[in-house]
């Protein structure tokens, strides 16, 4: 009887912690929205601190959703594409150094159901080396664990491409 017992005891426990990461990771997986999922500059000046909502085709800040009932916190990182997938577009270097784009706030607080908007900014050092050049970086959005008992975290990843002014040629005085 005691076997038996101990049988039906382990096989609850193995299908808690079966049924109970799919939970989670589901609850997490489908909570998180980020827009937009690309971001293009072109003609960044350099030297100078802009607003990427400013430069961007998009004309728009990241926008992140919590689309899940319960708040959640978010942490915004810039990452390296040769870093993460080694992947970086043809006509695209991968960025120099990644702190040259920061967000507004880099851990963010969201309600459940709700929209928080980020602005990101880019400088990149007035050098000429960067001049006329283009490159290319990641911005990843990621879900801190609410609690310890969860085990899995979500993340998005959306690539920003961006490329720099030539140098510029002032006109000779007169």
Known sequence: MRKVCNFIL???????????????????????EVDPTQINLKNVPLGKTVAIS???????????????????SYIIN????????????????????????????????IAGNRVKEVELFLKV?????????????????????NSSKQIFVVAVQLPIFFSTQGKIIEAEPQ
């Open 10 to 32: 382990a096989v609850g426990i193995m299908a808690g912690l079966i049924i109970s990461p799919l939970f989670v990771l589901n609850a997490n997986a489908l909570g998180l």
């Open 54 to 72: 400013v430069l961007s085709q998009e004309k728009m800040k990241l926008r992140i959703r919590n689309k899940g009932a319960v708040a959640y």
């Open 78 to 109: 810039i990452l390296s594409p040769s870093k993460i997938t080694g992947a970086v577009k043809n006509g695209y270097a991968d960025i120099p150094d990644t702190s040259w784009i920061w967000p507004q706030q880099r851990e963010v607080l």
């Open 125 to 145: 050092p007035d050098e000429k080396q960067y001049q006329s050049k283009s490159f290319q970086a990641v911005i990843e959005v990621k879900s801190e664990k």
